[in-house]
């Protein structure tokens, strides 16, 4: 069995990652597919991050560009002015918080970095829009999260096709870890990237096989939260999937992934807490 390291470099200090970590989305966009992810006004921004902190989370991830399937493409100065807005709170009204970034552009990385103190980045496109996001993360040695896209937000639902698609994640991640490793980055954690560039069936095998992702040594953070794999499946609505997200998020935590990132934080944190307690008899 491959081992993996399952610590990350926060500020200087180990940040272990052997218990799964819960990481909140604050989505400061108008148009993610969750409507009750969607964040606008100061006050509702610090009244979601006071919730998600008391509840047990233990990363904010802030976005301000949604990836949604089909979602509209913003300029990067309009992702800027959401960001910006958004770190400038929660740094000021909560400093000791791990604040991950949730962008695929260099600029926007760079700056939140440099001027917030973000901790870490998560991609979802592991360096594939933006060619200059690998050279931001070698330069201020963050975390960086890489997820797998096929496409990109605007089609990449568009019919996907793999030849194999378990093999072939497996070495488009094994191929982007050499790159970064030969780089200098250490602290890489994957994202399989559910919903981005997969059918139903492609999500659901996923899941099913998330272990074969331990080959890489890497650890490895999902969100399955309110997805429509579940939605779809169950023929429900993105705001009625709570339940569907905690059973498929469980089953995530029993091949024991590192970071759940999640719209509803305490429910997430009741299950991270239930599955350890039945690993430990």
Not at 142 to 155: A, E, R, S, W
Not at 195 to 219: A, T
Request: aromatic share 6%; net charge neutral.
């Amino acid at each position: 069995m491959r081992t993996i390291y399952k610590k990350i470099n926060i500020r200087g200090e180990l940040y272990d990652l052997s218990t799964t970590r819960i990481m909140g989305v604050i989505n400061v966009t108008p148009d993610s597919f969750y409507s009750g992810s969607r964040i606008g006004s100061d006050a509702e921004i610090i009244k979601c991050v006071e919730e998600m902190l008391d509840a047990g989370a233990d990363i904010l991830d802030i976005g301000g560009y949604s990836s949604r399937p089909g979602a509209d493409h913003i300029k990067e100065e309009e992702e800027l002015e959401r960001i910006i807005r958004a770190l400038k709170i929660i740094r000021k009204r909560f400093p000791p918080a791990v604040i991950s970034l949730d962008t695929f552009r260099s600029n926007v990385a760079d700056i939140g970095i440099r001027n917030f103190g973000v901790d870490m980045v998560n991609d979802i496109s592991a360096g594939s829009i933006d060619k200059e996001m690998f050279n931001v993360i070698e330069k201020h040695n963050v975390p960086y999260v890489l997820m797998h896209m096929k496409g990109n937000p605007q089609n990449m639902q568009l019919n996907p096709v793999y030849n194999d698609l378990l093999p072939d994640i497996i070495k488009w991640f094994s191929e982007k870890k050499q790159e970064l490793v030969l780089r200098g980055v250490r602290d890489i954690i994957i994202d399989p990237g559910f919903g981005f560039g997969k059918k139903i069936e492609h999500n659901f095998e996923l899941l099913n096989k998330l272990e074969r992702f331990d080959i890489l040594g890497l650890p490895v953070l999902v969100g399955l939260s309110r997805k429509s794999m579940i939605w779809k499946t169950l023929n429900i609505s993105p705001e009625e999937s709570l339940i569907g997200t905690v059973v498929l998020n469980t089953i995530a935590l029993l091949k024991n992934v590192s970071i759940l990132r999640v719209h509803d934080v305490p429910e997430a944190v009741q299950a991270v807490k239930l599955v350890s307690q039945l690993k430990s008899i």
